[in-house]
């Protein structure tokens, strides 16, 4: 079934439930991984906001959530390659384990600005958890992106978090853009 979004349509590409198990496997390692660590997911708004409420959730060690926001899509569907900082992590990651939560990694030029910002306040370590990646699109080799949830084609997507010109992140699945 087609949806449309604005001026655009879209197709559903991973269900609700797709995503739910996936996620599930995730949190499993991430439990075993991080044991005895507390680690700090820190999430990157907007996008990300479904799929950490949904992955800490099946976190059973203690841990921590903090929040930080950053753009470069600005409401189209291809990156600007501008980043802007729109909110810094207000808490202090000296020493700590850090798991960072993004929905998507498209270039990776978001993320590797943001890897490179944080290790600078010296974390213990620093991982990259992300819902989805397009690895045809990747042009940073970023060694801390240890999970995926899943490989996507390069194709622009929304739902789970996701959105075009803000629409669409409330979407309980991920829909790809039908193009005709
Ligand atoms: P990158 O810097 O090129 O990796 O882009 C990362 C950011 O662009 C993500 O955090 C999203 O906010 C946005 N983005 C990338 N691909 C998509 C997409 O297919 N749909 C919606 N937003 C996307």
Known sequence: ???QIADLEFEQLLSYEALQTRIK???KQLNKDYENKTPMFVGVLNGCFLFMADL???IK???EVAFTKLSSYHGGISTTRRIRDDLDLTVNIEGRHIVLVEDI???GNTLDYLVAKLKK???ASIIV???LVKPDALEYEIKELKHIGFEIENEFV???GLDYMELGRNLKGVYKRVVS
């Open 1 to 3: 079934m087609k949806i």
């Open 25 to 27: 496997q995730l949190a």
């Open 56 to 58: 800490v959730k099946e």
């Open 61 to 63: 060690i203690p841990c």
């Open 105 to 107: 990694v498209d270039t």
């Open 121 to 123: 306040r010296k974390p």
């Open 129 to 131: 958890c992300a819902m």
């Open 158 to 160: 929304v739902g789970y």
